[in-house]
């Protein structure tokens, strides 16, 4: 269930952040619930365009922060948003600090890792002595991931991508729990499906079109092929999902946030 092993996808930052409130709001909700009073020192793994970095500023005005990505299309746009963090362009599955942090973070990334088992106790020796380790991962499970997969398996499409790669189910919180629990004083856990209003089902193309769907979109060279890709998935899309009587749609999404105190 975990991501592929293949490269990482293209980010496109204006694409990721057509929604930033939206996708910003469970890493409010996860900082809410972080019970340190005063971490020195934070590190932001899969910073991204630095929009869950600023959420950690706006708790904890005076720790010392890092954001750490892959992409340096997201790192560049992170240092333009003007959060006053050391941003530094690393594979979090490699990124070993030269000092543990009081709270090593992770809004909505920590999904694309390959061999979770081992970079999630991997990760937590990163915390110090009375620090946490917080994520917030999708679960990958939805109508949308249905239509993506029907689509995949379509005769157009058939053959042209890695079965995995359109398997977006993460793991339960209990593969969590049973790796960090042996290691932790504490393990707090819990699921929030946020449900989105959005103008049409096209928005639902749109969001998954900057996260999940890039990595396949990155396997269709030509532009053409991409836009007839996409054009087969948001027909697959809209029959997925039935308008309300205003005519707003709306767009289950489940996420599952897990704290674990050293
Ligand atoms: C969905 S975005 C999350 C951005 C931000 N944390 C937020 O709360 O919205 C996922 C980010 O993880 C980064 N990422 C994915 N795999 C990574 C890896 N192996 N190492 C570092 N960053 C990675 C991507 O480049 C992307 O910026």
Redo the contacts with the bound molecule.
């Keep these: 269930m975990s991501r592929p092993s293949r490269e990482?996808p293209t980010?496109d930052p204006t694409q990721?952040l057509k929604f930033e409130e939206e996708?910003?709001l469970?890493?409010r909700d996860l900082v809410a619930r972080i019970g340190l009073q005063s971490p020195a020192s934070i590190v932001?793994?899969?910073?991204?365009?630095g929009?869950?970095?600023s959420v950690l500023a706006g708790r904890w005005p005076t720790a010392r922060l890092v954001g750490?990505?892959?992409?340096e299309k997201?790192l560049e746009s992170a240092r333009a948003a003007g959060v006053s963090a050391e941003w530094v362009l690393?594979?979090?599955?490699e990124?070993v600090p030269e000092q543990a942090f009081d709270l090593v973070f992770?809004?909505?990334?920590l999904q694309?890792?390959v061999n979770q088992e081992h970079q999630v106790s991997r990760l937590f020796m990163s915390v110090s002595r009375n620090g946490a380790f917080a994520f917030q991962i999708p679960s990958g499970e939805g109508d949308w991931t249905k239509a993506l997969r029907e689509v995949a398996e379509s005769s157009s499409w058939r053959g042209r991508f890695p079965e995995n790669l359109v398997d977006l189910r993460t793991h339960g919180l209990e593969f969590y729990y049973d790796i960090l629990s042996p290691m932790s004083s504490r393990v707090d856990m819990w699921e929030t499906e946020y449900v989105h209003v959005f103008p049409s089902t096209q928005s639902i193309v749109e969001w998954t079109s900057g996260?999940a769907v890039r990595p396949i979109l990155d396997l269709l060279p030509a532009e053409q092929e991409r836009e007839s890709f996409l054009a087969d998935y948001a027909a697959a899309v809209g029959r997925s999902y039935r308008s309300r009587p205003d005519g707003k749609v709306l767009f289950p999404f489940l996420r599952r946030f897990l704290v674990a105190y050293r």
């Design positions: 990482s980010w990721y996708r910003t469970p890493c932001d793994l899969g910073c991204g365009p929009n869950s970095t750490v990505d892959n992409s997201m690393a594979d979090m599955s990124w992770s809004n909505a990334a694309w890792l996260t």
